[in-house]
Antibody, heavy 114, light 115 residues
Framework: EVQLVESGGGLVQAGGSLRLSCVAS????????INWVRQAPGKGLEWLAY????????YYADSVKGRFTISRDNAKNSLYLQMNSLRAEDTAVYFC???????WGQGTLVTVSS | QAVLTQPASLSASPGASASLTCTLR?????????IYWYQQKPGSPPQYLLS?????????GSGVPSRFSGSKDASANAGILLISGLQSEDEADYYC?????????FGGGTKLTVL
């Protein structure tokens, strides 16, 4: 069974930093691309970042480019999102996902207080 | 103008059919893209329903009933999610998605009410 389990969310002040993690199981993590997607309270889904299986190629949404960094450790079956210069509008549930295959974690809530 | 536009809400009766549209921005040809559809209920992550590019290139999500189907309306430049035989459990938010220029793009979502 495929599982994606996010962690690292919490309350942080505006301007602060947070690092999210996602541990994968049930598939060969190192063979596949993976993404971060978020959903602000009561709002729709917003794709944030993509990383290839080897980690050599990364893409970002304009809303987080320069502030967020996606990375992975294939030896630990883990995906990360380093979030810097956080803003109130970054408040959301953050999901790691392989959306084209229907793999989503349960999400971790990040709250940025202003 | 958003890349993918979905109506904010739609209501339909139990047993009826509902057609949810996902209109691509002018200049982005629907025929080129595979459109993914998701269902999301409160407090849960999105659930993959299906993807549709053409009748020969489509996939149904695991365990997704056949009453959920995808298609396209080229004249409207839109992808369509058709739900037939609506049930109360189909009440949810529905999102479309495409891969465009090195990014995933989601539509704003349609809240489907079954009443």
């Amino acid at each position: 069974e495929v599982q994606l389990v996010e962690s690292g969310g919490g309350l942080v002040q505006a301007g602060g930093s947070l690092r999210l993690s996602c541990v994968a199981s049930g598939f060969t993590f190192s063979s596949y691309e993976i993404n971060w997607v978020r959903q602000a309270p009561g709002k729709g889904l917003e794709w944030l970042a993509y990383i290839t299986s080897s980690g050599t190629t990364r893409y970002y949404a304009d809303s987080v480019k320069g502030r967020f960094t996606i990375s992975r450790d294939n030896a630990k079956n883990s995906l990360y999102l380093q979030m810097n210069s956080l803003r109130a509008e970054d408040t959301a549930v953050y999901f790691c996902a392989r959306p084209t295959l229907g793999y989503w974690g349960q999400g971790t809530l990040v709250t940025v207080s202003s | 103008q958003a890349v993918l536009t979905q109506p904010a809400s739609l209501s339909a009766s139990p047993g009826a059919s509902a057609s949810l549209t996902c209109t691509l921005r002018s200049g982005i040809n629907v025929g080129t893209y595979k459109i993914y559809w998701y269902q999301q209920k409160p407090g849960s992550p999105p659930q993959y329903l299906l993807s549709y590019k053409s009748d020969s290139d489509k996939q149904q999500g695991s365990g997704v009933p056949s009453r959920f189907s995808g298609s396209k309306d080229a004249s409207a430049n839109a992808g369509i999610l058709l739900i037939s035989g609506l049930q109360s459990e189909d009440e949810a938010d529905y999102y479309c998605m495409i891969w465009l220029s090195s990014a995933y793009v989601f539509g704003g979502g349609t809240k489907l009410t079954v009443l």
